[in-house]
Structures are given as structure tokens and as C-alpha cells.
């Protein structure tokens, strides 16, 4: 029985390992996910200025036409000052010329902004370009090297995999039946140590019979609290 025992430590140890690694594995896929989110909230980002710019140049263009417009109606109306006939016409026609006029000053004002905002956006624009393509050449290096992790954490869990299948071929398959019903319960954690006078799995305090039965060493033990199998090491 100690053999067996002492493999099933042995083994233990090795499952511990093989969770430990199986766990690191599976949260790699989440890093690569945070990874492409982030890169898809930067083309976004970009998309969204892109917009904006779509919008400014369109509102220029809108205010261009307007002047445009009102340019027309101010020369119409100058050609209508040499038609007039009365001073009050004149008075009316020159009123109308310098409120269009003055709808013109507030339009090139509003267009030169405008063309000011175009032109910063535009270089936001450039800079965020920059920023993605170089984000996207980090983007692949750092999938490439989770997807080394993962590859390096497989092959360590097929090199203790095979130590595993090694000692558990000398293991009363009865005894391995129930250790591997307890491991896959207990999430990676069956066969423990009696420490003291407590589990090595739950460390609550063992009745005094439990812990004679251990130390006798020809049969393993099962704790009342925590379910995992016990074992003396002395």
C-alpha cells in the first residue's frame, strides 16, 4: 500500500500541475479577445472621424452654396439699382444688398472655421492611421506569441500526461477509480497529506481516529469534511 501511496502522491502532484497549466491555456483565449477588442475600438475610433469629417466637409459645402446664392442675389439686385426709378426702390434694393452682404461676411467667417476643422480632423485622421496600422502589427505579433504560450502549455501537459499514464499503470484501478472520481469533483485537488492533525485539503481538524487509521498505511482514508482521500506521510 505505500507504493501505491507514494505513486498516487506522486500523481497528484502531477494532476496539480496539469490543472494549473489547463487553466493558464484556457485563459489565453480571453487575452487574444481583449487584444481584438481593443484594436476594433481604435477602427472605431477612426470610422467615427472619418464620419466627422464627412460632415464637416459636407456642411462646408452647404455654406458655400449658400454664399454662392446670396451672391447671385446681390449682383441681381445691383443690376436692379440702375433701373430704379425712385428713391425709395433705391433705398430698398441698397437694404437688401447690405443684409445679404452681411449674411456673406457671417458665411465666410463660418466656412473659414469650417475649413480649419477640416483640415485638424484631417490630420487626426493621418495620425490615427499611423496609430492602427502599427496597433495592427502588435495586434498579430501578440496573437502569435498567446497562440506560443498555448502551444508550449500543451505540449508541457502531453509531457506530464505521459509521466501520469506511467505511474497510474502500477495503481489498483479501484483505488484510481475513486481518485479520479475525486479529482474531477474537487476541481484538481483528491489525494492530501494529513498535516498535523488537519486535512491537507480542507485543514479542519481530523478526529483522532481518522488519523490513526492513516498512519496504519493499509488503506486510504477519506476525510468527512472535504471528501479528499488522505495519506500519512511519515
Excluded at 505540449?155 to 501520469?164: H, K, P, V
Amino acid at each position: 500500500m505505500q507504493e501505491q501511496i507514494n505513486s498516487l502522491a506522486k500523481i497528484q502532484e502531477i494532476d496539480s500541475g496539469i490543472y494549473k497549466l489547463r487553466e493558464q491555456a484556457q485563459a489565453k483565449p480571453a487575452e487574444k479577445l481583449v487584444l481584438e477588442e481593443n484594436f476594433a475600438q481604435s477602427k472605431q475610433g477612426l470610422k467615427a472621424k472619418e464620419e466627422t469629417l464627412k460632415s464637416l466637409q459636407l456642411k462646408r459645402k452647404e455654406r458655400e452654396i449658400d454664399l454662392e446664392t446670396k451672391e447671385k442675389e446681390i449682383k441681381k439686385y445691383q443690376a436692379q439699382l440702375m433701373q430704379v426709378k425712385t428713391n425709395k426702390e433705391y433705398l430698398s434694393l441698397q437694404k437688401e444688398i447690405e443684409g445679404l452682404k452681411a449674411d456673406n461676411a457671417v458665411l465666410e467667417d463660418e466656412i473659414l472655421e469650417l475649413m480649419d476643422k477640416i483640415d485638424q480632423v484631417k490630420a487626426e485622421i493621418e495620425q490615427e492611421r499611423d496609430n492602427l496600422t502599427s496597433e495592427e502589427k502588435r495586434l498579430k505579433e501578440d496573437t502569435a506569441k498567446i497562440d506560443q504560450e498555448v502551444k508550449a502549455i500543451q505540449e508541457q501537459i502531453s509531457g506530464l500526461e505521459n509521466q501520469r499514464n506511467q505511474l497510474s499503470a502500477d495503481i489498483d484501478k479501484t483505488l484510481f477509480t475513486r481518485y479520479e472520481r475525486v479529482l474531477k469533483a474537487k476541481g484538481g485537488l483528491a489525494f492530501v497529506p494529513i498535516i498535523g492533525e488537519s486535512c491537507g485539503g480542507c485543514h479542519r481538524v481530523l478526529p483522532p481516529q481518522v488519523i490513526s487509521e492513516a498512519q496504519m498505511k493499509d488503506k486510504i482514508i477519506t476525510c468527512e469534511f472535504c471528501a479528499c482521500l488522505l495519506y500519512w506521510m511519515g
